[in-house]
């Protein structure tokens, strides 16, 4: 029996563990699924995915040769009605899925269709009908049935973080937070921003000088808002890069839950999405390109081109980021890490220099080997939490746990001031749980 050279034999076992990328498309047989092809689900940017699909049935496991030949076409299901919506070009992921974004600037009452095609042909179960009203961003018209809503994003029932979080507060005594905390963390140097929430509108003061980030508190709550009724409750926001709380459970006094970006696990924190995740979500496809959807279209450089060196960017939140410089002054060979922006610690910018800001992929030109691994781990599991969905549903489950802590009722203190929900006089918004009002006899 002849034998075959090996070199066909190893191209053979390539093709058939890369899933064969050079079998042609099967449009029929691939897949489409995700948040993006439910109405119901609000979100900044909608989305969904595809699976490309070979003609035996195989899942490609690296992108299709040639050019993309999907195409997403998403507009009204009304010619009458004119939907602003933007639907940039699927970003391919590298293992032969692509994720398909789409902005919508107007909402549809009457409804969408999303025609998904592969070389002219509909993929799946195209086209998607989706009966109005499909709302935007801007929309205010909030699920009242906080259920009926996260059933509609998936939400999982449970949170382990969650739950180890609340761990340490049995009961919430809202008196004792509000003679603690300002006193505790409102003084000069203090980011911390007290909100009340009552009958789903948003009240806020700040606590201390560095409490402009609250901004991006802001607009995660008023997102909330306009698609839930969010319950009623009242806390404390840190605005700052470090945990506030370190007691202990035991100890006396006992400690205060504070809401903040960041924790340790030598702090009681309860821990929300930082702000640039959620500002990156809110903000996608409106001039901020680093959110958790678009960095789906850029998986770095190839191993073979990654740089052997641990590397940091970032502004002088903290000293120990100092020390970092420093250590990387003394070891270059080993690591490349520099402060972008004072403010915290200014003396020290003629010492340690600053450095230029990086683009975001830069950073993934990470150490080889155990970064190999980090990542490959690192991304299915952001792939699977850290969709936009899922962060509406982990601060929804933080509020609602911490409601259900508390031991009295809220209240709108001295010196809170409404947050208003955000003007969009460009389209209009009828929202369909808001029933007109009955004409008087």
Known sequence: MRRLPRAPLLQLALLVAAGAPDAPVSAPRSLAWGPGLRAAVVLPVRYFYVQAVSAEGRNLTRSPPGPTLFKVIVKSLSPKEIVRIYVPNPLDRNDGSFLVRYRMHDTAHEGLKIEVLYGGEHVAQSPYILKGPVYHEYCECPEEDPQIWQRTLSCPA????????????????????????????????????????????????????????????????????????????????????????????????????????????????????????????????????????????????????????????????????????????????????????????????????????MGFFDFFKENDEEARKIAKEGQSTARDLLQPHRLYCYSYRVLQKYAEHQSSKPAIRDGMELVPQPGDSTSTCQCHRKMPPREEL
């Open 158 to 357: 449970d949170e382990t973080q969650i739950e180890d979080d609340f761990a340490s507060f049995p009961s919430i005594n809202l008196q004792q937070m509000l003679n603690e905390v300002p006193k505790r963390f409102g003084d000069e140097r203090g980011a911390v921003v007290h909100y009340t929430i009552l009958n789903n509108h948003i009240y806020r003061r700040s606590l201390g000088k560095y409490t402009d980030f609250k901004m991006f508190s802001d607009e995660i709550l008023l997102s909330l808002a306009r698609k839930v009724l969010l319950p009623d409750l009242e806390f404390y926001i840190n605005l700052g890069d470090w945990p506030l709380e370190h007691r202990k459970v035991n100890d006396t006094p006992s400690p205060i839950p504070i809401i903040s970006w960041c924790g340790s696990l030598d702090s009681r924190d309860i821990i929300l999405p930082t702000y640039d995740i959620t500002h990156s979500t809110l903000e996608a496809m409106r001039g901020v390109t680093n959110d958790l959807l678009s960095i789906q279209g850029n998986t770095g450089p190839s191993w073979i081109n990654k740089t052997e060196k641990a590397f940091f960017r970032g502004r002088d939140s903290r000293e120990e980021r100092l020390q970092l410089v420093q250590l990387s002054k003394e070891n270059p060979q080993l690591l490349d890490a520099g402060i972008t922006g004072y403010f915290f610690f200014q003396e020290k910018e003629k010492e340690l220099g600053k450095a230029k800001l």
